[in-house]
């Protein structure tokens, strides 16, 4: 069974400060996806890497993908109180098979 | 971008009650859709997995007769949780993808609460 170590758990930050989720297994990923999800809400596709290596910006958010497609972390620059929310890794071997998820990391911006 | 609509968002209903959740894929036809349970403050677990126009894949230690699985079209898929009990209260999210190595799309969840 592939497993996703996510970390932290939960994070309390100051607005402005920059801040990093790590997600790490001992498996290869064919690709892996990040996540945000509010209270009462499905989760959000942010970002899919599959390349080994891949790093992708979304505004704020950096993403990258290790070389060995086996972690992947998300670095956040000038946390704002409208980051807060439940991030969550997930990631898929070749195939059909269905997504393994982190166990999320929430986070808390205070104004 | 993808969309994909679950039906009802809320349910409260009495012990013993059947309940239907509806998963739609509404601008791309759905080859693979997903049920998950999330408790409070959790991640997402896997219940099961559906493919169109065949039987669902339970995951372990998800009771196949509790939790009826429906994939009827290639643009809905319905989860049926029969004789639901206070320990079936959960937030319940569907997602779904129109093919092999592509990401998820999730719906927005229905919380189940039984009385």
């Known amino acids: 069974t592939q497993l996703l170590e996510q970390s932290p758990q939960f994070l309390s930050i100051q607005e402005g400060e920059n801040l990093t989720v790590y997600c790490n297994s001992s498996s290869v990923f064919s690709s892996l996806q990040w996540y945000r999800q509010e209270p009462g809400e499905g989760p959000v596709l942010l970002v899919t890497?599959?390349?080994?290596?891949e790093v992708k910006k979304l505004k704020r958010l950096t993403f990258q993908f290790g070389d060995a497609r086996k972690d992947s972390s998300l670095h956040i620059t000038a946390a704002q109180p409208g980051d807060t929310g439940l991030y969550l890794c997930?990631?898929?071997?070749?195939?059909?098979?269905?997504?393994?998820f982190g166990k999320g990391t929430r986070l808390s911006v205070i104004a | 971008g993808a969309v994909v609509s679950q039906h009802p968002s809320r349910v409260i209903c009495k012990s013993g009650t059947s309940v239907k959740i509806e998963c739609r894929s509404l601008?791309?036809?759905?080859?693979?859709m997903f049920w998950y349970r999330q408790f409070p403050k959790q991640s997402l677990m896997l219940m099961a997995t559906s493919n169109e126009g065949s039987k669902a894949t339970y995951e372990q230690g998800v009771e196949k007769d509790k939790f009826l699985i429906n994939h009827a079209s290639l643009t809905l898929s319905t989860l049926t949780v029969t004789s639901a009990h206070p320990e079936d209260s959960s937030f319940y999210i569907c997602?779904?993808?129109?093919?092999?190595?592509?990401?998820?799309?999730f719906g927005d969840g229905t919380r189940l609460s039984i009385l």
């Open positions: 601008d791309f036809q759905a080859t693979t």
């Open positions: 890497v599959v390349t080994g290596g």
């Open positions: 997930a990631g898929t071997s070749a195939g059909n098979t269905p997504l393994v």
């Open positions: 997602s779904a993808r129109w093919g092999r190595d592509q990401p998820q799309h």
